[in-house]
């Protein structure tokens, strides 16, 4: 072995030999578990990759290679999601086509993964924007559109005037385009093609409980899907005949109490029966708010506004006419777009009603006999006044007995309400999978695009830049919007509109399974065998798209007999932030992105691997701090000093002491346990601990087993090293394919532990005891200690609480 260890020399020497002797293939070797491991399809950008991203790549590169040696057929695939708007947008941005800037980009992060010893099988390597691909896209929404989970309809949408096209109301944030965090989204009304996702509302909610996510992930879908359980009512309008207001409401036990209606400002009645001396100002107010997100306007600490409409309903279980008002925080998405204002029981309506002189009746008091407070809404259950019939009834009989009355009475039912639209996923955009749909100027109507036509080619377009009038730049290329009606044969234009990029991320982990096939878009053996996927990883900010979406699109082909599993990714984690240095996010434009390429050529990719897996908890967020990965390199210099000397003295198996071998043990079931719960920070730091131990003995007090088990351990985490010296330890074969070292049970037994002493809830002395001593032993040994009697003040314990071998805890 050279003195020092040389990452510019000894690093790529691996990596091409690993490419040479196809060393990450994925194997399927009999009698073996298997274990799929998939980050989330990265959009290849040209910025590249940063440091940031390795904290995602390089803790699953790890997984792999530990799950490898551990007796596991590993898939651990790359692809690139390169269709959509962040690849367009950059082309152009580039005054580039998405043809020559993706395969570059793409081309650069396979380099980085690369040099970064990441163990990915290329073999199986996808590109949504490619034809082979999106054939298979185009499939299954042609799949979708047979089941009928695809329609076409008119629908007001959100615009992004930057982006030039339709977004998904999961794609506006604060107000703006999620691509254009300073670009404000305004509203525009197309024909748009739909995904019917609320047909599986209450599968994607109740399935939440079978499966390991993060529960902050988890809670983000279910209040996304937002379902409600009450009841749709109707109050007529007054002097418009045959106009009624529904709204949807899950406390109708509070209808005695509704002084005044509210309407979404985009409701179709708003225009109807808005008075002429109202017109101005409700105009006025429905294009403000036509501007604005659905976050804005539910936000609970914006100022309610709303205009009057002139317009009355009639309540018909108070026989009273009531004022109908819009306002913006009622949103037309949710329910019916109208609600019924009860603010005596609705703090939203209470100050929507304080503001505006508006009548407050109280209808709910306290089970306690009590009075409702003035000041607020009383928004708790309790007992119904004031009601007619409802009065004396409990909350939950009076939702009854108002859902019975409304049923006999014909004015509504008993229902349940979701907060989730149907997926818009029409995009006006070129750098997408065309939509495989046909309008035929004849009879025929809208007719799917054969399968065996598929798939429907994106035509290269020099121009493609968005046109801003609501129409794919595709409508510009006459060649592929004329067409032929697959049915009659008669003239026809193609769907000029691409589709959302999302349906390419919906689907491609099933792709890696069988990543070749031309016939099918997957071969439904080796599905069966690797799917669903064991490890996923990804952010936090794809809850409500990507991950949402997946799951419904594997709901589907479960439906449909393509696959024998219901959710795709049954254990998710989300890897933490990396912030740059100055505690701001990376970017270009600040001058504080730190790439991978940067780092390796100064410290080498074993140092920065060690480094993104060091610096803190996996799924916890942390600054950038180069002083790191100096120090991992320091680190990883000792280690290869420990095995020089090793190797330097024959490499004995040596005599090892029984404290030697009871670490060694130790450390395999600590760095195993650790890497199994993605605590990578802690197994570096039992690792380092081990070092610190090991290199203060001779080689032959170490012992083989020592040494090559910490090298072993050491291998996913600094891959090339690890190769080294595994070859310079006198084997063979790589240590990639050697088996991951165990450890005796037994020699890992504590033999003594330490017991906190406790007085009045205070720790006050700590005593080291063999383990399993009875409790009367370790009391007295605790009440003899000079410390706890000095805090005991001479008073006898009152009680004596005892965890065996963790802790005593006495009061006096």
């Known amino acids: ?10 690093e790529p020497k691996w990596q091409q030999d690993w490419e040479r002797t196809n060393l990450y293939l994925t194997r399927e070797e009999p009698g073996r578990p298997k274990f799929y491991v998939l980050e989330m399809f990265p959009y290849p950008s040209g910025a590249g990759l940063s440091v940031g991203h390795l904290h995602n790549y390089v803790p699953c590169d790890v997984v792999g290679r530990y799950k490898r040696m551990a007796g596991f057929n590993v898939l651990h695939a790359m692809g690139w999601d390169a269709f959509g708007l962040p690849a367009e947008n950059e082309a152009l941005l580039k005054q580039s086509h998405p043809t020559e800037t993706v395969p570059r980009y793409a081309a650069n992060f396979k380099h980085q993964l690369k040099i970064s010893g990441c163990a990915y099988d290329w073999t199986r390597e996808i590109n949504s924007s490619s034809p082979e691909y999106y054939k298979w896209t185009q499939w299954f929404f042609l799949m979708l559109y047979k089941r009928g989970l695809a329609y076409r309809a008119l629908g007001s949408q959100w615009w992004c005037d930057q982006c030039r096209t339709i977004l998904a109301n999961e794609q506006v944030v604060n107000g703006c385009c999620w691509r254009h965090t300073n670009t404000p989204v305004s509203k525009k009304d197309l024909e748009q093609w739909y995904i019917r996702i609320t047909a599986y509302a209450d599968r994607l909610l109740e399935d939440l409980d079978s499966i390991d996510w993060p529960e902050p992930i988890k809670l983000m879908q279910r209040n996304w899907i937002g379902r409600s359980e009450g009841a749709e009512l109707a109050f007529p309008v007054t002097g418009h005949p045959g106009k009624e207001v529904r709204f949807f409401t899950t406390r109708p036990d509070t209808v005695f109490g509704v002084s005044f209606m509210v309407l979404a400002p985009e409701h179709p009645l708003v225009a109807e029966i808005t008075t002429a001396e109202n017109r101005a100002a409700v105009e006025r107010y429905v294009s403000e708010a036509r501007r604005q997100s659905e976050i804005e306007r539910m936000s609970t600490v914006k100022e309610k506004t709303g205009v009057f409409t002139g317009a009355y309903a009639r309540n018909l279980f108070t026989n009273k006419d009531i004022p109908i008002w819009i306002a913006d925080y009622v949103l037309m998405g949710y329910g019916t777009g109208a609600i019924m204002a ?8 209470y100050e929507f009603a304080r503001q505006y002189g508006l009548e407050i009746p109280r209808v709910t008091a306290p089970q306690d006999g009590s009075t409702p407070p003035d000041e607020r809404a009383f928004t708790e259950l309790g007992v119904a006044i004031n009601s007619g019939f409802l009065n004396g009834m409990k909350t939950a009989d009076a939702i009854k007995a108002v859902c019975r009355y409304a049923e006999d009475k014909k004015i509504g039912k008993p229902t349940i309400s979701y907060r989730i639209r149907d997926w818009l996923i029409s995009r006006q955009r070129y750098w997408g999978s065309p939509i495989p749909m046909i309008y035929c100027k004849g009879a025929c109507g809208i007719v799917p695009v054969p399968d065996e036509q598929l798939p429907v080619r994106l035509p290269t377009m020099k121009e493609y830049q968005p046109s801003g009038t609501g129409r794919s730049p595709l409508a510009n290329v006459p060649e592929f919007v004329n067409t032929t009606c697959p049915k009659c044969g008669g003239p026809a234009e193609r769907e000029t509109d691409t589709l959302d990029g999302f349906a390419c991320s919906s689907w491609y982990f099933l792709r890696f399974a069988s990543p070749h096939e031309d016939k099918v878009p997957f071969d439904r053996k080796a599905v069966d065998y690797w799917l669903p996927v064991d490890l996923y990883v990804g952010g936090a900010e794809h809850a409500v798209m990507h991950l949402l979406y997946a799951r419904m699109w594997t709901k589907v082909m479960y439906d449909a007999g393509m696959i024998g599993f219901k959710e795709p990714f049954p254990v998710l984690r989300n890897q933490g932030m990396v912030w740059a240095a100055d505690g701001q996010k990376m970017s270009k434009s600040k001058g504080n992105v730190v790439t991978p390429d940067a780092m390796i050529e100064k410290y080498g990719a074993d140092a920065l691997r060690l480094w993104e897996l060091f610096m803190g908890p ?14 991992t390199e320091r680190y990883l210099g000792r280690v290869w000093t420990m095995v020089r000397r090793y190797v330097g003295a024959g490499a004995p198996e040596g005599n090892p002491n029984a404290e030697t071998l009871k670490r060694a043990h130790k450390t395999i079931r600590t760095v195993t346990d650790h890497i199994e719960r993605l605590r990578f920070n802690t197994a570096v730091a039992t690792m380092m601990d081990q070092l610190n131990y090991l290199a203060r003995l001779k080689p032959e007090e170490a012992g083989r087993f020592a040494i090559e088990s910490y090298v072993l351990m050491l291998a996913p985490m600094a891959p090339h090293a690890c190769e080294e010296m595994w070859r310079a330890l006198g084997h063979g074969t790589s240590i990639h394919l050697e088996p991951w070292p165990r450890f005796d049970p037994e020699l890992t037994r504590e033999e003594t532990v330490t017991v906190v002493v406790q007085v009045n809830g205070k720790v006050r002395d700590r005593l080291e005891i063999a383990v399993g001593t009875a ?6 040994m605790a009440l003899a200690s000079e410390n706890v009697k000095k805090h005991l003040g001479g008073k006898e ?3 004596v609480i005892y965890v065996p071998d963790k802790l005593l805890s006495i009061v006096a």
Request: charged letters at 45%; glycine letters at 8%; a negative charge.
């Open 618 to 631: 996996f799924d916890e967020p942390t600054n950038w701090n180069e002083d790191g990965v100096a120090g």
């Open 775 to 780: 409790e009367d032993e370790v009391r007295a």
């Open 342 to 349: 009860a603010p005596g029981q609705d703090q939203r309506d």
């Open 797 to 799: 314990p009152r009680k």
């Open 1 to 10: 072995m050279d003195e020092r260890y040389d990452p510019k020399t000894i």
